[in-house]
């Protein structure tokens, strides 16, 4: 594919790529496969005989099933275990699990004249610390353009109400020199004169529409659509106030007014991204729960199908009035130190158990995105490099049980390994490089 620049190899666009570039990439290998795939196509359900997923004729029929969705769509429908939200810190003994307040409280007037929270606030207080259905918060991935001939005009927001970002607007008032860096999104340069604006881990107020996520993983399609919506609506709303509110500074406000659409991504979409930043969906409760412990302290697996290095890495969970009603907090951030310095995170061997039901409830499914782990481990696991390893290790097992007619719990590791190693797939620690070291 001809690229209409050139990628400097020096800097870090060579580990970054156009969106349309990657679709590109994607259905080519797709093709060259001899794959077909159904876009835009719904899961109705699946028929079982005893753990066996079963296929009726005039539907899709498989002897395996891979379950690579956000959410474990397919592993819900098969009556397969699982947990949403977030688990106390005595159910598995991790430290980073229920509440975590890694970010300070904003000591900022958090009601209204009627005393109710503000909008964007998620309740009124945090709830008791011992679990609960909350996840991480969700957004777009914007692709903006800053070359004017490469520009759609960003949309206006739909019925903006000032109002709702009050919140943000008392902050801006308190803390000036603050505005550009806590209440903004991140961006992240790509090739083309383009930037990748995404939610800001560390900011008091950015992208991630916080609490609008909660029901997402188990929520109908057509709901999902509406959470969707509202995701769109906030994101462009948030764009709108940080380009026209007089309370935000001038510098920034010029900064966000020249903002449009990059006219040469998601053309079927009028340059808006078709798909949500779905961090967190349901996880499995499968033959081995990943924790805390074996992405830190446990790394070693004698079943290891890859490895995993991202720090611990869950975005806000809930906003909150502090306890005493003078301010706010945003909970649910982990993001910890870098154990022994290292910028890349921990290493850690991936278990094939970790992909496997429980061998009762299904033996002819894998799980690699909504795998075996707890929302502190998940955190880790849930970026792209690493389930794209998953994936094809993944692909691989399924083959294998397929040819071997056996249960996916039963496939021979030795085997599986081999066959993982022939294609080159890292899963032992001692083959990394040096700097992971």
Not at 115 to 124: C, E
Not at 242 to 257: F, G, H, M, Q
Request: aromatic share 8%; charged share 25%.
């Amino acid at each position: 594919m001809k690229l209409n620049y050139k990628i400097d190899l020096t800097k870090n666009e060579k580990w970054t790529y156009e969106p349309h570039v990657a679709e590109k990439v994607f259905h080519d290998l797709i093709k060259e496969a001899g794959v077909t795939v159904h876009l835009e196509h719904h899961l109705v359900g699946v028929t079982k005989m005893g753990a066996r997923i079963k296929t009726r004729k005039g539907v899709f029929q498989a002897g395996q099933f891979i379950d690579a969705t956000y959410e474990g769509d397919l592993m819900a429908v098969a009556k397969v275990s699982y947990a949403v939200g977030r688990e106390s810190k005595k159910q598995y003994g991790e430290s980073l699990a229920g509440h975590q307040f890694p970010k300070k409280p904003v000591v900022v007037d958090p009601f209204n004249t009627s005393g109710k929270p503000l909008p964007l606030l998620t309740g009124n207080s945090l709830g008791e610390d011992k679990g609960d259905g909350k996840i991480m918060t969700y957004s777009f991935r914007v692709v903006i353009s800053t070359d004017p001939n490469n520009q759609l005009p960003m949309p206006r927001p739909v019925a903006y109400d000032p109002a709702r970002f009050e919140l943000a607007r008392r902050y801006i008032k308190v803390n000036p020199g603050a505005a550009g860096k806590m209440v903004s999104v991140d961006s992240y340069p790509l090739p083309g004169r383009k930037v990748d604006l995404n939610n800001g881990i560390g900011r008091q107020i950015s992208s991630g529409l916080v609490g609008a996520s909660w029901t997402w993983p188990e929520a109908t399609y057509e709901e999902r659509e509406k959470i969707w919506e509202a995701h769109k609506q906030y994101t462009l709303e948030l764009i709108w106030f940080l380009k026209t509110d007089p309370v935000v500074p001038e510098s920034i406000r010029k900064k966000y007014a020249a903002y449009g659409l990059a006219k040469d991504e998601f053309h079927k979409y009028g340059g808006w991204p078709p798909a949500l930043y779905v961090r967190e969906g349901r996880r499995m409760i499968g033959e081995h729960v990943l924790t805390q412990h074996d992405v830190r302290r446990d790394i070693n697996k004698d079943d290891s199908i890859g490895i995993s290095s991202f720090p611990i890495d869950s975005h806000d969970c809930q906003r909150v009035p502090t306890t005493d009603g003078k301010g706010w907090i945003n909970e649910g951030t982990i993001f910890p130190k870098r154990i022994n310095g290292n910028r890349h995170g921990q290493p850690y061997q991936v278990p094939y158990r970790s992909l496997t039901p429980k061998r009762s409830e299904c033996v002819n499914l894998l799980v690699p995105v909504c795998l075996s782990s707890s929302h502190v481990a998940l955190s880790s696991i849930r970026v792209e490099p690493t389930w794209m390893m998953l994936g094809q290790s993944a692909g691989v097992a399924a083959a294998m049980a397929h040819q071997t007619k056996v249960d996916v719990q039963k496939l021979p590791y030795n085997k599986l390994k081999e066959r993982l190693l022939k294609q080159k797939q890292v899963i032992e620690l001692s083959k990394l490089g040096q700097s992971f070291r």
